[in-house]
């Protein structure tokens, strides 16, 4: 029988809350020593006053981190009306919330299959689970070839660039990064949607590496849209989701 872990809340402080766009935002937390997979994620909760009542206020959030690095990192955006995004976006350093314990998820490498290649697709911050796992050894070790393709409206929010550029100087012959901006020019990628580009084709080819169901496993993080018509796309060519039970090619987490 599993033994049920049950999860613990831990006092973390703040030690910076990077703004990056109007929406888009970076908080590093210090806390104490937290075990987790790259990939996890964890739930941070901080009192909020709604309609003059004071609350405790959650949501989870993938971490960016890899387990060996000491400061925790999220990557997460004001959501409009949303109370704790625009709580967190009012942290500055020294300020103090919960964060649980243990990290939680299913979206971490021990749990996909060992194939030649291996495509990790995200919208907005769904990028930041595979940041952590790019920062581990063992992906490098065990994909002939990694693809990273991130989605984003605005070229303003490929964000992470200076860590994605060095994944790409580290291992040139094994990593892509491919960009995709739907809503203005990207001379250095893609100006359309990601599903789209698969569609078409031009995924493919600016990457270089075909999905295939013989030798290839694909990783999508993002929102629901995206995760469906990707799912749709990738059954046409006989992929479908992995699970311990019954093994295949896709593996997902929803960001809503």
């Known amino acids: 029988m599993t033994a049920i872990v049950r999860t613990s809340w831990h006092k973390a402080e703040v ?24 990939g996890q994620f964890v739930t941070l909760r901080l009192p909020v006053v709604v309609n003059g009542q004071t609350e405790l206020v959650a949501k989870s959030y993938s971490l960016i981190n890899a387990p060996h690095e000491a ?33 939680k998820g ?40 990694i693809v990273l393709v991130h989605s984003v409206p605005q070229r303003e929010e490929l964000l992470y660039a200076d860590l994605i550029q060095g994944f790409a100087r580290k291992n040139p012959q094994q990593f892509r990064f491919v960009a995709c901006v739907t809503r203005e020019a990207n001379p250095a990628g893609l100006e359309t949607r990601v599903t789209t580009a698969l569609a078409s084709g031009a995924l493919e080819a600016l990457a270089g590496l075909e ?28 992929m479908q989701r992995h699970l311990r039970h019954k093994p295949g090619h896709i593996t997902t987490e929803q960001y809503f």
């Open 15 to 38: 030690v910076a809350n990077h703004r990056w766009t109007e929406r888009l935002l970076s908080l590093r937390i210090r806390t104490q020593a937290m075990p987790f997979k790259a």
């Open 71 to 103: 400061e925790v990192e999220i990557f997460y955006n004001i959501v409009p009306n949303g109370r704790l995004s625009n709580a967190l976006a009012r942290l500055v350093a020294g300020d103090h919330l919960e964060i649980s314990q243990p990290a």
């Open 106 to 145: 299913f979206f971490v490498l021990e749990e996909i299959p060992t194939v030649a290649n291996l495509w990790m697709v995200a919208t907005g911050t769904g990028l930041g689970p595979y940041l952590s796992i790019l920062k581990t050894a063992e992906v490098w070790e065990r994909f002939q070839q």
């Open 211 to 238: 999905i295939k169901a013989e030798d290839s496993h694909v990783m999508l993080c993002g929102n629901h849209n995206m995760l469906d018509d990707m799912k749709a796309l990738l059954a046409e060519r006989g």
